[in-house]
């Protein structure tokens, strides 16, 4: 695994957190499931392992993982790269 490739994923997986938080209730559901409570994610949000749970989070409903993916521009696949990536 390079330094840059796991940068990119984790610059996408950021920008997958910002479109799951912006939707009420995908943000709620991942707060829930996760057990991680806000001031936690604050802190926390660009440590691959809160990165990679997010994206396993959104793999789990395929329609979640569409609608983030589309959010940020790039296929579901690229989400489930990043998330490999970020796992290494």
Same mark, same amino acid.
């Given at each position: $695994?390079t330094a840059h490739?796991?940068? /990119?994923?984790?610059?996408?997986? #950021?920008?997958?957190?910002?479109?799951? +938080?912006? /939707?009420?209730?995908?943000?709620?559901?991942?707060?829930?499931?996760?057990?991680? /409570?806000?001031?936690?994610?604050?802190q926390r949000a660009?440590?691959? /392992?809160?990165l990679a749970a #997010? #994206?396993?989070?959104?793999?789990?409903?395929?329609?979640?993982?569409? $609608?983030?993916?589309?959010?940020?521009?790039?296929?579901?696949?690229?989400?489930?790269?990043?998330?490999?990536? +970020?796992?290494?």
């Amino acid at each position: $695994m390079t330094a840059h490739a796991t940068n /990119d994923a984790a610059v996408l997986a #950021l920008r997958a957190l910002a479109a799951t +938080l912006g /939707d009420e209730r995908l943000a709620q559901r991942f707060l829930s499931l996760s057990g991680i /409570d806000p001031p936690d994610l604050r802190q926390r949000a660009s440590e691959p /392992d809160v990165l990679a749970a #997010l #994206l396993r989070f959104l793999e789990s409903h395929e329609p979640d993982l569409v $609608m983030v993916a589309d959010e940020v521009g790039v296929k579901p696949e690229t989400l489930v790269a990043a998330r490999r990536e +970020l796992e290494q």
